[in-house]
T-cell receptor
């Protein structure tokens, strides 16, 4: 059974700093990995999707990496802003034909102005 | 991008009543949709996989007779919470599968009094 863990559970950093969020998964047979943000009381916003054959994806100030063999992914946020404050979730999809997502426990990020 | 809608966005009901939640893929057809549930301060957990024209596949611990799923068309899946109880209060999110990517609905917040 796939298990996804995110460390740390909560993180507070001053505005402008770069930061890294971590995600680990126990079964490396994944189809893809996705990072989301969730604002309080809201739904999920997809940030980046990395296919199992890819090593990283970038969108603006965000960069996500994937090391499938070691079961790890990181989300790098450059030049953090107060608007980045949210809960960040990673999720992995099983192999083709088993695309259901297993979500991590989330990291609650607070950017201090 | 692919758009998925959910209706209603928020519902409050009395214990013992049934509530139906609709999930629609607006600009694409989805053979497969997923239903997730998120309890307060927790991550998302898959409830069931909904396949058009066939019975849904439920995850372990999810009562199929309590959470009725109907996927009668390629653009609509419904989740009916029957005889709702306060412990069913949660955030319900559906996704539609397009290719190997899931597109998320905005979620439905259910409160059972």
């Amino acid at each position: 059974k796939q298990e996804v863990t995110q460390i740390p559970a909560a993180l507070s950093v001053p505005e402008g700093e770069n930061l890294v969020l971590n995600c680990s998964f126990t079964d490396s047979a994944i189809y893809n990995l996705q990072w989301f943000r969730q604002d309080p009381g809201k739904g999920l916003t997809s940030l980046l999707l990395i296919q199992s054959s890819q090593r990283e994806q970038t969108s603006g100030r965000l960069n996500a990496s994937l090391d499938k063999s070691s079961g790890r992914s990181t989300l790098y946020i450059a030049a953090s802003q107060p608007g980045d404050s949210a809960t960040y979730l990673c999720a992995v999809a099983g192999d083709f034909g088993n695309e259901k997502l297993t979500f991590g426990t989330g990291t609650r990020l607070t950017i201090i102005p | 991008g692919a758009v998925v809608s959910q209706h209603p966005s928020r519902v409050i009901c009395k214990s013992g009543t049934s509530v139906k939640i609709e999930c629609r893929s607006l600009d694409f057809q989805a053979t497969t949709m997923f239903w997730y549930r998120q309890f307060p301060k927790q991550s998302l957990m898959l409830m069931a996989t909904s396949n058009e024209g066939s019975k849904a596949t439920y995850e372990q611990g999810v009562e199929k007779d309590k959470f009725l799923i109907n996927h009668a068309s390629l653009t609509l899946s419904t989740l009916t919470v029957t005889s709702a109880h306060p412990e069913d209060s949660s955030f319900y999110i559906c996704t539609s599968l397009l290719g190997n990517e899931q597109f998320f609905g905005p979620g439905t917040r259910l409160t059972v009094l």
